[in-house]
């Protein structure tokens, strides 16, 4: 990691990659995300209010089984990328004529005001944000104190099988690197949150043909490393990818399928009162000021 974004994400292809994703939730972050919500009957307190970062592709399904958790909880949807809005609107707004509508399961929409919500869930964003370091202080701003993060995102060993078959031909990386879990740990540190909790699983995809391989991996990402292929290939780079593929990715024990790794992390912290610094001269803002007074 570099002082402030990863090196091997090119800034402008991450926010090409933001602009466009497919308006989806793919299966893999739904999977992750019902895992990451199956933890949440270790909080013992439910929220008052809670944010739903970038709904769309984070999951709707799991937005269903948050909410369900969290009935009384007031919820705000924020998605940043805008061809996203409106599908989330679609699938999450209640009818015009539902009593539902003026309920706290109804969901307010755009980005959380700050110091507004008690959980921020975000699951599967921050491996593809160029500046995520920017992106976790947005998260902490928006939770209350003693509020919660609960977030996800791809590991290290992500893919490892493609990034050898793409170093046995002799050709760019397939992708940017991702960020290990002790290292987002000390992000979360740095942008003042407390007692960080990092897990890690490893899932294995199967996948019957490399056509069917690459169209999953189509909806999950692209390459975003700096150093990436220049300019388009032609039909036999693509033949010879799909055969490549097919040759090295077979594996004996899921009956001859393709198999992919996945690393999965999974990250929870906390946001703790503020501590005032103690200098010739010091600032406070208001919103810590009076938090640190009903502190005592």
Not at 120 to 129: D, E, G, I, R
Not at 201 to 213: D, K, N, S, V, Y
Request: hydrophobic fraction near 45%.
């Amino acid at each position: 990691m570099s002082s402030e974004r990863p090196p091997t994400i090119d800034p402008v292809a991450a926010a090409r990659w933001h602009a466009a994703a497919p308006a989806l939730s793919p299966w893999l972050h739904e999977e992750v995300a019902r895992r990451m919500e199956d933890r949440l009957q270790w909080i013992r307190q439910a929220p008052q209010a809670w944010c739903h970062w970038d709904a769309v592709r984070g999951g709707l399904q799991a937005h269903a089984l948050v909410s369900t958790r969290y009935p009384q909880s007031r919820c705000q949807i924020h998605e940043s990328a805008p061809h996203c809005l409106l599908v989330a609107q679609r699938a999450l707004s209640r009818p015009w004529w539902s009593p539902a509508r003026w309920g706290a399961a109804s969901p307010q929409w755009g980005a959380p005001a700050d110091a507004s919500v008690q959980m921020l869930w975000a699951n599967m964003a921050l491996h593809t944000a160029a500046d995520p370091q920017g992106l976790i202080a947005q998260w902490h701003r928006a939770l209350a104190v003693d509020g919660y993060l609960m977030f996800s995102c791809l590991g290290p060993d992500t893919l490892r099988e493609l990034h050898a078959v793409y170093a046995a031909l002799g050709w760019p990386p397939a992708g940017h690197a991702f960020t290990d879990m002790h290292d987002w740990g000390d992000m979360l540190v740095h942008a003042g949150f407390a007692e960080p909790v990092m897990d890690m699983e490893r899932i294995t995809l199967t996948f019957a043909t490399p056509e069917r391989l690459l169209l999953e991996l189509r909806e999950l990402g692209c390459n975003l490393h700096p150093a990436r292929f220049p300019a388009l290939r032609g039909r036999r780079w693509r033949e010879r990818l799909h055969q490549a593929l097919a040759d090295r990715l077979a594996d004996p024990a899921h009956g001859g399928q393709l198999a992919l790794t996945f690393e999965i992390i999974y990250g929870h912290a906390f946001k703790p009162a503020p501590r005032m610094r103690v200098s010739a001269s010091s600032a406070v803002s208001l919103e810590d000021m009076r938090a640190m007074l009903r502190k005592g």
